[in-house]
């Protein structure tokens, strides 16, 4: 899938960052999981793997989710945030930072793990990470 | 120890005083809050690069399971980066061993018959290193809800969501996957160390009405294993209504079933019971294990492996 290749291009991800997944596209979609959960269609599932991707009629957006876990070797269009940075967009907020990155999405990196994904259009990061609780 | 006696309601210290040993022990460590309890997620980082993150929670490691840590300073672990981001997830102590005993393998069929909100779901999908298939089934649609975020959270790739009748799943789906987990919804008396609420609302009319969904829930677990499979059956709760009667109930609708001896180095635990109130189990019914919060300074759980043979009924 051309978006696929858009997200591992756009994070200099390693071509085989999907090895051993299986996707599938629901609607506007794209989830990922191993192909034996991909392929699991009894009992009427109400989900299969998590969520990759969400396609838009001119772009992909990455999920926080599928990043953290899919995104760790990213290289490229990355962001990193001290604690109250890091804090402050998993509150939701926009954070200015100078950074060396294209405008667009980009992976916000917190002590070398992937906190999710933001939208950067210099010098405004955009939390796009899905707000579950505040952390202190 | 009157003081302490007049926390719990005289029926319940009459029922339990009858085969929990050291029982003013017992419930001295029931009165006693639950230290904070976590494992590293090792689908997102090892222990040596987390660790570091949470020095102020003063971890020291639990000597039965490498990625299990007890907070010496547990109060605001759930609120940091680390925990948000799923590096970590916070779960007592014992309610990681069904998890540990089951033991699931890289690239098997996983059953989690009542999976909600997800700590052993999320824990067996670690164990099997994103490989496989678990399939996490709950009931309710809320507990679901809960489920799903903590399999986003922790980054599980191999895990499907159902929400079936438990009771009835053997009917879409018999003798497929390699290991089941029956994680029964139970009274949570084992729970009073974290939350009294177990304990406002326990009869022992409650511990009889879980019985029958347990016998029920434990049987669409067995029959959903394939042959040569294992099951956990495991409960957070004492009675033994829900416990060793459940796991005899089992026996004797399917006497070719095996109770299968374990033990996991560090972690101390009881036998269970061969008799309550009347009530002969079969002896080998000992084999499986009470978990007492004074032990190892966990709430309080039973559990049981059970193998289905290669030539079981079904």
Known sequence: ?136 | MKELRRLFPQEFIDRYSKFIPDFDIFLEAMATPLPTVFRVNNLKATPDKVLPLLSDFQPEPLPYYPFGFVARKGEGLGKTISHFIGLIYIQDAASMIPALVLDPKPGERILDLAAAPGSKTTQMAAMMNNTGLIVANDISLDRVRGLIGNIDRMGCLNVAVCRTNGLSIAKTISGFFDRVLVDAPCSSEGTIRKTREALNRWTVKATQRFSMLQRGLIRAGYQALKPGGVMVYSTCTIAPEENEAVVAALLKRYPDAEIVPFQLRGFVTRPALTEWEGEAFPEVVKRCCRILPQDNDTEAFFVALIRKPINGTD
């Not at chain 1, 978006?3 to 609607?27: C, M, S, T, V, Y």
């Not at chain 1, 192909?35 to 992909?60: A, T, W, Y």
């Not at chain 1, 990355?78 to 509150?91: F, P, R, S, Y």
Request: hydrophobic fraction near 45%; include cysteine; glycine fraction near 8%.
């Open chain 1, 1 to 136: 899938m051309e978006q696929i290749d858009f997200l591992r291009l756009r994070f200099g991800l390693p071509a085989n960052w999907l090895e051993g997944l299986k996707l599938i596209k629901e609607q506007e979609t794209i989830f990922a999981g191993t192909s034996e959960v991909m392929q699991f269609d009894r009992l009427k599932p109400l989900r299969r793997g998590i969520r990759l991707c969400r396609l838009f009629p001119h772009s992909v957006k990455p999920t926080t989710f599928a990043m953290q876990i899919l995104g760790k070797s990213a290289q490229k269009n990355l962001i990193e945030v001290n604690d109250e940075q890091a804090k402050g967009l998993i509150n939701g907020s926009a954070i200015e930072i100078d950074a060396r990155v294209e405008n667009g999405f980009v992976l916000i990196v917190w002590q070398g793990f992937v906190l999710g994904v933001g939208l950067y259009k210099k010098p405004v990061l955009k939390s796009h990470i899905p707000k579950v609780r505040p952390v202190e």
